[in-house]
């Protein structure tokens, strides 16, 4: 563990309340029952019954993870939708994401980690206990939700595959299989879509690896079985359907910044004040308060989690770092 990992590792546990630590036994003991089985394959089969498969989480003790705002309906955050591989129109995901083949399901670490390995479903599920976080997400399209997710700090995964001194950045890249995905026939992005972070931005213990959200599996038009929350960034920071993730030396291209090096910047953090070329980034629209009265409300820095992620950028100027 270098000193990143230390530092986050005591921080959360210090603040762990016991009864979250009883919480998370709980959780334990139901995965190493028959539980985690019968989870497991209730997944598909529930799903095609209409149904989702449970995924409860602890409430999580990690600073700023429990954001107090109205949450958005689970209608809303499945049926308004940024999953380009299954279409761009916002109800596109919801209606064609079906097809989508969430298990079996695999990612592999690759690159500069020590231990490199291949993860099934099963072997994620497990690594570490399930957390609920109520997180803020907003897309630079200018709109934003607030979502009760359930995973684990991607901390988790990172410190398990050891991380060597040359691994400074975190390529996420998702699936992309034309089979299963109608958006791939269009040229709107490259695929597959790949997102990256600088290695202490993913080691944060706010950078979410998820699997569920408002206590069920999460749907795959939100990016089933596995994807990631950045809540300081902006909604396309936080890729869906991951398949692996490569830690690298150098600094990673985006999906996004391929498409429009002068729209997406490789940082990408939420700020009021500094504009996308097309859009203000000062207020936003919640969904479910989008009544035609209904005041926009005013952007936070990083998204509200100034506090806690706020060190990451010192020094740093972040218009040119956008
Ligand atoms: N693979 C993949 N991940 C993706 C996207 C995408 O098109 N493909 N869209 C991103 C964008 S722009 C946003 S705003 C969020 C939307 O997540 P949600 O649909 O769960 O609200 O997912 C991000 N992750
Ligand atoms: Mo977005």
Redesign the pocket.
Known sequence: MNSIHKAFKIASSEITPPEVYAQRRQWLQLMAGSAAGSLLTAWPEARAAGQAAKLPGAKSAVAGAMVLDKQTSLQD?SSY?????FGTDKADPARTAGSLKTQPWRISVEGEVKKPGVFDLDALLKLSPMEERIYR?R?VEGWS?VIPWVGYSLAELITKVEPNSRAKYVEFI?LADKKQMPGLDSGVLDWP?IEGLRIDEAMHPLSLLTFGMYGEVLPN???APVRLIVPWKY??K????IVKIRFVEKQPDSSWMHANRREYGFYSNVNPQVDHPRWSQATERRIGEDGLFTKKRPTLMFNGYEAQVGQLYAGMDLKSNY
Do not use: H, V
């Not at 936080?238 to 359907?241: D, F, L, R, T």
């Open positions: 955050a939708n940024n999953y380009y591989e997400l897309c939700m998702t879509y038009q939100n990016g909604g396309f936080s890729a869906k359907s």
